[in-house]
Each structure stands twice: as structure tokens, then as C-alpha cells.
């Protein structure tokens, strides 16, 4: 298993931006595929974006398509997300997540952040 903390969170207007940062711990980092995952109130967690051990390729929600960004960099065990274009529908706690192959079920990453709040104020 590896340790993951999220960092970056905060409050920001609509139409602003935000990077969030996920730090692990350990040396296997670069062995495990990547995800974001948010909760907003009142919902289930849903998938956000994805990124393979290699960094070459990367999967987005439809609704987060070209305003965020997922990045790895393996050598500070570290993965971000860029997020601009914020809108309140983004509001929700972010959570870094670390797993073995493409999926968009929470079910299927074994390793989890504690989560980082992101308030986008309309």
C-alpha cells in the first residue's frame, strides 16, 4: 500500500484556478495508476481524471474535459491536478486515489487520500 496526502484545496471564485497535489510516501509510487476522484454533498463519490504509471496516457470525465488536467511526476511520488475555468458545480471534496488498471470505480483503487475541500463560489 502507499500513503497519499492531498494539498491545495481552498476557496475560489468562479472562472479562477486551483492545482491540487497528492504526496506519497514509499518507493513504489511510479507502479501504481493514479486517480481524482470528488464528493460533493449529498452525492456518491464520482471519478474525476486518471493517469497511467508512465504518464502517457491520461482518462477525464466528460464534464471536466479541458478545464482540468492530471500530471505525474515520479520522481517527487507526486500527482496534481490543474484545475481552471472552476464553476460551483465543481465544489466538492477532492480525493487522490492509487490503483492497478483504467477504471472510474471508487471500488477498484486500494490506496486513498484524506481528501482536500475545493469551494468554487459563484
Known amino acids: 500500500q502507499v500513503q497519499l496526502v492531498e494539498s491545495g484545496g481552498g476557496l475560489v471564485q468562479a472562472g479562477g484556478s486551483l492545482r491540487l497535489s497528492c504526496a506519497a510516501s514509499?518507493?513504489?509510487?511510479?507502479?501504481?495508476?493514479m486517480g481524482w476522484f470528488r464528493q460533493a454533498p449529498g452525492k456518491e463519490r464520482e471519478f474525476v481524471a486518471s493517469?497511467?504509471?508512465?504518464?502517457?496516457?491520461?482518462y477525464y470525465a466528460d464534464s471536466v474535459k479541458g478545464r482540468l488536467t492530471i500530471s505525474r511526476d515520479n520522481a517527487k511520488n507526486t500527482v496534481y491536478l490543474q484545475m481552471n475555468s472552476l464553476k460551483p458545480e465543481d465544489t466538492a471534496v477532492y480525493y487522490c486515489?492509487?490503483?492497478?488498471?483504467?477504471?472510474?470505480?471508487?471500488?477498484?483503487?486500494?490506496?486513498w487520500g484524506q481528501g482536500t475541500q475545493v469551494t468554487v463560489a459563484s
Open positions: 514509499g518507493r513504489s509510487f511510479s507502479s501504481y495508476l
Open positions: 486515489a492509487a490503483g492497478y488498471f483504467y477504471s472510474r470505480n471508487t471500488r477498484d483503487y486500494d490506496s
Open positions: 493517469i497511467h504509471r508512465s504518464g502517457d496516457f491520461t
